[in-house]
Every structure is written in C-alpha cells, then in structure tokens.
C-alpha cells in the first residue's frame, strides 16, 4: 500500500519481481547443471555402453519377430 501511495506502478512492481525470480532461477540452474557436469556424463556414457551391448539382442530379436510374422502370415485360415 505504502508503494500505491508513493506513486510507483503495480506493472513495474510486478515486472521487477518477475526479472528478479527468473534471474534466481537462471543462476541456480546454470550453477546446478554445470556442477552436475560430470555426474550426467557418466549417466550418459553408462546409457550409451548398455545400448551397445544390448544391440546385438535386440537384432537377433527383431530377426526373430520378423520370422514369426512372416510364419504367421504365410499360414493358411
């Protein structure tokens, strides 16, 4: 009420307030990811070893389901 009086506009009351919410949230979110830097690269590089050992089993069943449709297909009614 006190700023009403003194003249200031709600509308740049708010617009600072914004800028300085989304300030914090920007610094907090750069400081948060780049101090996670090297634990996400790690999550990467473990996603990244698991899909090239699981690729050949995923090959090999895809053949395989390829197989049975066209199994299933070929069958008479």
């Known amino acids: 009420m006190v700023i009403n009086q003194i003249g200031v506009g709600v509308a740049l009351l708010n617009t600072l307030f914004m800028a300085t919410v989304g300030t914090l949230a ?3 979110g750069l400081a948060f990811g780049l101090g996670g830097r090297e634990t996400a690269k790690h ?8 899909s090239r050992e699981s690729a050949p089993r995923v090959a090999a069943d ?4 390829l197989r049975q449709t066209r199994e299933r297909v070929s069958e008479p009614f």
């Open 43 to 50: 999550i990467v590089e473990r996603w990244y070893s698991r």
């Open 26 to 28: 920007l610094g907090l």
């Open 62 to 65: 895809a053949t395989d389901a």
